[in-house]
């Protein structure tokens, strides 16, 4: 059974970074890309990155282009999303999610989902 596992949200000011962690268990991932989603208070859940587990590639919108990273470590089974200048805007749920798709960003493409963390940006 996938198992995926947020941790690394908490509140932090305006300018702030944090690095958000998904541990997943459960199958392989070669073949899966592995994406952050964000959903704030009375919004739709949006895309935030996305990586191929097998090749480490990476995956934006423009929209998050310079101030998100996403990475992974193959020995942890773990993907990162390093989130830096952290703004107001950026509080809500993080969502880590797992799908057998290539450069997706619409959430009804991922199978599975972990349970969210919060993050709180404060001016």
Do not use: H
Not at 40 to 55: I, M, N, T
């Amino acid at each position: 059974q996938v198992q995926l596992v947020e941790s690394g949200g908490g509140s932090v000011q305006a300018g702030g970074s944090l690095r958000l962690s998904c541990a997943a268990s459960g199958r392989r991932f070669s073949s899966y890309t592995m994406g952050w989603f964000r959903q704030a208070p009375g919004k739709e859940r949006e895309f935030v990155a996305a990586l191929y587990w097998s090749d480490g590639t990476p995956y934006y919108t423009d929209t998050w282009k310079g101030r998100f990273t996403i990475s992974r470590d193959i020995a942890k089974i773990t993907v990162y999303l390093q989130m830096n200048n952290l703004k107001p805007e950026d509080t809500a749920v993080y969502y880590c999610a797992a799908g057998p798709v290539w450069r997706a960003a619409a959430a009804s493409a991922y199978a599975y989902w972990g349970q969210g963390t919060q993050v709180t940006v404060s001016s």
